[in-house]
């Protein structure tokens, strides 16, 4: 089989690879009908963040399954579902508590896309292993294009429960995202209208963005007005990678409101602790539990709710390691369906 290999910064090969074959009774083989890059995949690309060279890159897809193990019950060859980034088994502790992002039947961050804790390989590759079949996968509802559906395994259920975490406790008020990624920002945008936000706002430097979430009936200003925005949203999205505007954000969270910042920030960074204090505010980041959420999600994709092709491109799979080094926010790679339906 071929996949699509990260050899370094602005390189990308298909490369030639075994077939991976089931190798236990949990286990399944799909192959991605539509993957696309989470925002972590641009920096990877692009050198920002380094794991290495020469590694099987992608972890967004939805998926068709090929084979199953002998002990899967609620998965079956054909079936179209979402993929996962992080390996979970559906069981343990940590997953039965709705943490399968830090499921103890693996190390931690073992997940497809980047030698983190071990390979598992890249989602943009003709077949896949999947350790856990019924715990992993979820089944793509009918009439659901898994091309609106790729960004599910990562960034679009991301964004869903950073809005989720504020507006569940806070319902019908005020949202605001603080973004500079390509997707995530855009995407908190779509959730938060279709979870009932009282009034949206973007703070973004990106004109088109800005575009897209004007289009929706948010506000949008591309720098954050101290003057205009502190202390005024009790739900603030952190969608930067830049500490300075996550400092930012927090000066926007109202007294008692929640911030979820659902951006890598790699290394450590100082945060404003006095002005959270006086705000008497909560702060939520970390790796998203993306498994327990995608039903919601997904519901909200049969509904209409929301639109990830507003935001994604589609494209040829052969084409992928010229697209992904091109400009789009969010190229979508398509790949024929291996049985006929």
Same mark, same amino acid.
């Given at each position: 089989? #071929?996949?699509?290999? *990260?050899?370094?910064?602005?390189?990308?090969?298909?490369? =030639?690879?075994?077939?991976?074959?089931?190798?236990?009774?949990?286990?399944?083989?799909?192959?991605?009908?539509?993957?696309?890059?989470?925002?972590?995949?641009?920096?990877?690309?692009?050198?920002?963040?380094?794991?290495?060279?020469?590694?099987?890159?992608?972890? #967004?897809?939805?998926?068709?399954?090929?084979?199953?193990?002998?002990?899967?019950?609620?998965?079956?060859?054909?079936?179209?579902?979402?993929?996962?980034?992080?390996?979970? +088994?559906? /069981?343990?502790?940590?997953?039965?508590?709705?943490?399968?992002?830090? +499921? &103890?039947?693996?190390?931690?961050?073992?997940?497809?896309?980047?030698?983190?804790?071990?390979? *598992?390989?890249?989602?943009?590759?003709?077949?896949?292993?999947?350790?856990?079949?019924?715990?992993?996968?979820?089944?793509?509802?009918?009439?659901?294009?898994?091309?609106?559906?790729?960004? +599910?395994?990562?960034?679009?259920?991301?964004?869903?429960?950073?809005?989720?975490?504020?507006?569940?406790?806070?319902?019908?008020?005020?949202?605001?995202?603080?973004?500079?990624? !390509? !997707?995530?920002?855009s995407f908190a945008v779509q959730h @938060?209208? @279709?979870?009932?936000?009282?009034?949206? /706002?973007?703070?973004?430097?990106?004109? %088109?963005?800005? =575009?897209?979430?004007?289009?929706?009936?948010? %506000?949008? *200003?591309?720098?954050?007005?101290?003057?205009?925005?502190?202390?005024?949203?009790p739900v603030v999205i952190g969608a930067?990678?830049?500490?300075?505007?996550?400092?930012?954000?927090?000066?926007?969270?109202?007294?008692?409101?929640?911030?979820?910042?659902?951006?890598?920030?790699?290394?450590?960074?100082?945060?404003p602790l006095w002005d959270m204090y %006086?705000?008497?505010?909560?702060?939520?980041?970390?790796?998203?539990?993306?498994?327990?959420?995608? =039903?919601?999600?997904?519901?909200?994709? #049969?509904?209409?709710?929301?639109?990830? =092709? %507003?935001?994604? &491109?589609?494209?040829?799979?052969?084409?992928?390691? #010229?697209?992904?080094?091109?400009?789009?926010?969010?190229?979508?790679?398509? @790949?024929?369906?291996? /049985?006929?339906?």
């Amino acid at each position: 089989m #071929e996949s699509l290999h *990260f050899i370094g910064k602005n390189t990308l090969r298909w490369t =030639e690879q075994p077939d991976p074959t089931v190798d236990g009774p949990a286990e399944a083989i799909v192959h991605p009908l539509a993957s696309t890059t989470c925002d972590l995949d641009r920096a990877i690309v692009g050198g920002v963040v380094d794991f290495g060279t020469d590694y099987p890159i992608g972890h #967004e897809c939805v998926a068709e399954v090929i084979s199953v193990g002998s002990g899967v019950r609620t998965i079956a060859p054909g079936d179209v579902c979402v993929v996962p980034w992080h390996i979970n +088994c559906g /069981t343990c502790g940590n997953c039965r508590l709705g943490l399968s992002a830090a +499921c &103890t039947a693996y190390p931690g961050l073992s997940g497809y896309g980047a030698p983190i804790a071990g390979t *598992f390989g890249g989602l943009f590759s003709e077949l896949v292993r999947v350790p856990f079949a019924d715990g992993m996968l979820t089944k793509l509802p009918p009439g659901v294009d898994p091309v609106r559906a790729a960004s +599910c395994g990562d960034n679009l259920t991301d964004a869903y429960v950073a809005v989720w975490r504020g507006l569940s406790t806070r319902p019908g008020t005020s949202v605001l995202v603080v973004n500079s990624l !390509s !997707s995530l920002g855009s995407f908190a945008v779509q959730h @938060a209208i @279709a979870l009932g936000a009282g009034s949206v /706002t973007l703070v973004d430097a990106d004109e %088109q963005r800005r =575009e897209h979430a004007r289009s929706l009936g948010a %506000q949008v *200003f591309p720098t954050i007005d101290a003057a205009r925005h502190h202390s005024r949203f009790p739900v603030v999205i952190g969608a930067s990678p830049h500490p300075k505007l996550l400092a930012e954000a927090i000066r926007c969270v109202a007294p008692g409101g929640h911030l979820s910042n659902v951006a890598m920030i790699f290394g450590n960074a100082s945060l404003p602790l006095w002005d959270m204090y %006086q705000r008497d505010m909560t702060l939520s980041t970390g790796f998203v539990s993306v498994t327990p959420h995608l =039903e919601a999600v997904l519901g909200l994709l #049969e509904g209409d709710r929301i639109h990830p =092709e %507003q935001v994604s &491109t589609t494209h040829a799979w052969a084409d992928a390691p #010229e697209v992904l080094l091109g400009p789009h926010a969010k190229p979508v790679l398509v @790949a024929p369906r291996a /049985t006929a339906v």
